[in-house]
């Protein structure tokens, strides 16, 4: 089996980005290709056929090779949980969670065999496998248990390249720091450089890279532009850096931005409406008067409830839907509408039980099963009979319980389990992750936040985010391949 590897000099140098394209341009040259990443420690994470969590970007640089998504693809996924300790997710499955320090002590050796037989699994599968690292390669002090990143690379003797970040500048430094801290046997791995992120004429880079050439005596293989594509990134710190573009927007959505915010990837396809701006609002921030606002999902919801608290967002979310402002909630989000929410197991921190945003009449309880699978529904709202489909990733059930609270809100599809809205549908909220990849339910939703501001109708026969998302990883493997020499790799 072929294989290539993506390493960065730091986080954010591109190596998701890189990785989806390369996984784009091998399968478009004729080879059965999938995507690798042994360990990832990420908050937006996808749900295979099989039911097993793997991460987001793992799953988008498989649609990007044209393969399902398979747990294998990414081994062990680490989902922080804001006290110091990470969830494991082990070959799809959650084993518990662990400190850092406990982590390289217990689950070193096993993680290791994992990734060795998920690895010897996709050989027999695929023609060729393309590898992320996570972080740098060089981190002295991780090394000798890095689990994602040269390990990896040794195993394969897998060719690699070393992608930089030259638009936060010190790129010079990054690559050769890297590479005089990385061992003789993996620096020999190392076939090529790539600088991504480039903005100018090449020109002016060219003496830069004929130094670089002649010090390290690795070739630079692509200098990438800077591409102005958002594609799903893999932590919040991409939300820092993302800045309404549409001048002309006719809605505003705001998200909130929430300490332990996960799939945010589900807003993706609300990023891509023409007429839609999404902005992602810190608690502290003042809500403002937007057209929608949006609790996502999240790691932690009780926490990230006290904080809503704490900051006064709760308080400015309750009053927006009191004067009959659109509010939704997502997984997370959808359990703090709610009255409560109980975690009578501890499984979040401290055993108790805490009053939620009560704009839905349900109560939720937090059990350590954990509820991970795809699904298939059919909607009641905002227009009845589109197909649904998405996934849930949720530990808890939420129920009404008093009877008389029936008639205030209807299922919102027709499993009355995973969504709800109210009586003037203007409080909705739901467990399925992906609800705005659905292009017709999605275009519904929007129509009626057009309508309570007097705009027309928009056409809702739109097809799925899916096939905007192809265009998008097309376009993306063109742009790359154009700037990037693969010759030395396959």
Same mark, same amino acid.
């Given at each position: ?167 936060? #500048?010190?790129?010079? &430094?990054? /690559? @050769? ?7 003789? *046997?993996?620096?020999? !791995?190392? +076939? ?95 809500? #403002?008067?937007?057209? &929608?606002? /949006? @609790? ?7 926490? *990230?409830?006290?904080? !809503?608290? +704490? ?90 319980e008093n009877p008389a609270d029936q008639k205030s809100c209807q299922p919102l599809f027709d499993d009355a389990n995973l969504g709800l809205v109210d009586s003037c549908q203007s409080v909705w909220g739901t467990y ?59």
């Amino acid at each position: 089996m072929k294989s290539i590897m993506v390493v960065g000099t730091t986080s954010h140098a591109g190596k998701s980005l890189i990785t989806t394209a390369i996984c784009r341009i091998l399968s478009r040259r004729g080879l059965r290709v999938s995507p690798f990443k042994g360990q990832n420690m990420a908050l937006n994470a996808y749900v295979t056929a099989s039911g097993g969590e793997i991460g987001y970007a793992q799953a988008v640089q498989a649609w990007a090779a044209g393969v399902a998504p398979l747990v294998e693809m990414n081994p062990i996924l680490l989902k922080p949980q804001g006290d110091m300790t990470s969830q494991i997710i082990l070959k799809g499955k959650a084993i518990g969670k662990v400190s850092a320090t406990d982590y390289y002590e217990q689950y070193f050796e096993i993680g290791w065999q994992t990734i060795k037989e998920c690895l010897q699994y996709l050989s027999t599968e695929f023609d060729a496998l393309v590898c992320e690292g996570a972080g740098s390669p060089a981190e002295i002090n991780l090394k000798h248990k890095d689990l994602t990143n040269m390990r990896v690379a040794k195993h394969l003797n897998a060719p690699t390249l070393l992608v930089v970040d030259i638009d936060r #500048g010190g790129a010079f &430094a990054h /690559i @050769i720091g890297t590479l005089e801290l990385l061992d003789p *046997d993996e620096r020999a !791995l190392i +076939k090529g450089v790539v600088i991504n992120k480039f903005r100018g004429q090449r020109s002016i880079l060219e003496p830069g890279i004929k130094w670089l050439e002649e010090r390290t005596g690795i070739p630079v293989v692509g200098v990438i532009p800077y591409l102005e594509q958002v594609f799903p990134a893999e932590d919040s710190l991409d939300l820092l850096e993302r800045k309404p573009t549409k001048a002309n927007s006719e809605l505003n959505i705001a998200v909130i931005r929430l300490p332990r915010i996960a799939n945010f990837t589900d807003f993706d396809p609300l990023e891509s409406e023409p007429s839609v701006t999404v902005k992602y609002l810190h608690p502290k921030q003042s809500l #403002g008067h937007p057209d &929608a606002v /949006i @609790i996502p999902g999240t790691k932690t919801t009780i926490a *990230d409830l006290i904080t !809503l608290q +704490k900051s006064g967002m709760a308080e400015a979310i309750q009053n927006y839907a009191a004067s009959g402002g659109t509010v939704l909630g997502i997984c997370g989000g959808f359990q703090m509408l709610g009255q409560s929410i109980a975690d009578p197991e501890g499984m979040e921190g401290q055993v108790g039980k805490y009053p939620g945003l009560s704009l839905l009449p349900m109560k939720t309880v937090i059990t350590g099963q954990k509820t991970a699978r795809q699904r298939q529904v059919t909607s009641n709202y905002p227009q009845a009979g589109l197909p649904v489909t998405g996934f849930e990733i949720h530990q808890g059930r939420s129920r009404i319980e008093n009877p008389a609270d029936q008639k205030s809100c209807q299922p919102l599809f027709d499993d009355a389990n995973l969504g709800l809205v109210d009586s003037c549908q203007s409080v909705w909220g739901t467990y399925l992750h992906g609800i705005f990849d659905n292009g017709p339910w999605r275009r519904a939703w929007v129509n009626r936040l057009r309508q309570q501001r007097g705009l027309k109708s928009l056409p809702t026969g739109v097809a799925n985010y899916k096939e905007q998302r192809e265009q998008m990883l097309d376009s993306l493997a063109t742009q790359i391949e154009e700037h990037l020499d693969l010759t030395p790799f396959i």
